[in-house]
């Protein structure tokens, strides 16, 4: 992808050190913002020690004190984010496709800007391609991250297992597929990844638009039933049946997988998955 090009030969390329400032690491636009804000708050601090009010300037002082701590936060973030970014086999990038990181591509590499609200908490923005802007809070940045571990080759294991063992001489597998999915999918992260990443070759979700196309088109299964959030585990077994089908076909190829398909579709409990207000954790 262009995108991905951009991004490393920015990272790659990056005219900043470890040892640079927090206020210098955005580019010079926002090194211009950053600068004006806190000078302008130097100045207040002086003006009202001038006049001996202490309290006053200690309130200037405390701003510009947590101007900095957020801007080395959001300096980690970019640390953070270019190490995640190139960081797998090859120079992969170890961000689910759960991630949108529309937002973080542009900013990250100086296409933002930082400015302050009226509470001086910085405020990132970056402008979308219609014209618009998508504002965030440093906190917010990491909200929708889900980075990938050993999802993969934790599966494979299990499918080889069921290569291994295959089914020729009647005998059952020596562990329970039901078992170890559900210890697979234990955490919000590594669900989302089931979910929206490439296992053992194949996407969840291109299988199950292909395999429930007659039931999609006809309505039977809702846009909200195709929603990502829709497929957590907590209240939806569909990601964990197909897993299960696809360990149960290693080990008996001819597993019938066409009732489970159908049972599959029917066991949908749709969960609400509006918009949520935003809870503000980093």
């Known amino acids: 992808m262009a995108e991905d090009r951009e991004v490393k030969m920015y ?14 690491v955005h580019g010079p636009r926002n090194k211009k913002n950053i600068n004006e804000m806190i000078a302008s708050l130097v100045r207040n601090y002086d003006v009202e020690m001038a006049k001996g009010n202490k309290e006053q300037a200690n309130n200037y002082k405390s701003q510009i004190y947590k101007i900095n701590k957020d801007l080395d936060n959001l300096k980690s973030l970019k640390e953070e984010f270019a190490r995640n970014y190139g960081g797998g086999t090859g120079g992969k990038n170890l961000y689910s496709n759960w991630t949108d990181l529309g937002f973080d591509r542009d900013f990250f590499i100086e296409k933002g800007e930082i400015l302050f609200d009226n509470q001086l908490k910085p405020l990132l923005i970056v402008k979308q391609p219609d ?18 571990g050993t999802e993969e080759s934790d599966f494979m294991r299990l499918q080889q297992e069921c290569v291994k063992q295959r089914n020729t001489m009647g005998k059952e597998l ?13 955490n919000e992260a590594k669900w989302k990844v089931f979910a929206a990443d490439k296992i053992g070759g194949r996407y969840f979700l291109n299988d199950y638009v292909e395999d429930n196309q007659a039931a999609i088109q006809s309505g039977e299964i809702t846009d909200e039933m195709l929603h990502p959030e829709s497929f957590n585990p907590e209240h939806d077994t569909r ?15 001819s597993h019938n997988t066409e009732k489970e ?4 579709n029917m066991s949908f409990t749709p969960p609400k998955v509006g918009i949520k207000k935003r809870n503000n954790k980093a």
Do not use: C
């Not at 990272?11 to 210098?24: I, K, R, T, V, W």
């Open 261 to 264: 398909t159908q049972a599959t």
């Open 174 to 186: 020596d562990f329970d597929i039901d078992w170890e999915l559900n210890k697979l999918f234990e």
């Open 11 to 24: 990272f790659e390329n990056m005219p900043y050190g470890n040892d640079a400032l927090s206020s210098e």
């Open 239 to 253: 990601l964990h049946q197909y897993y299960a089908n696809r360990l149960r076909k290693a080990f008996n190829p």
């Open 131 to 148: 014209g618009s802007e998508k504002h965030k809070y440093i906190e917010e940045i990491t909200q929708n991250w889900v980075i990938k």
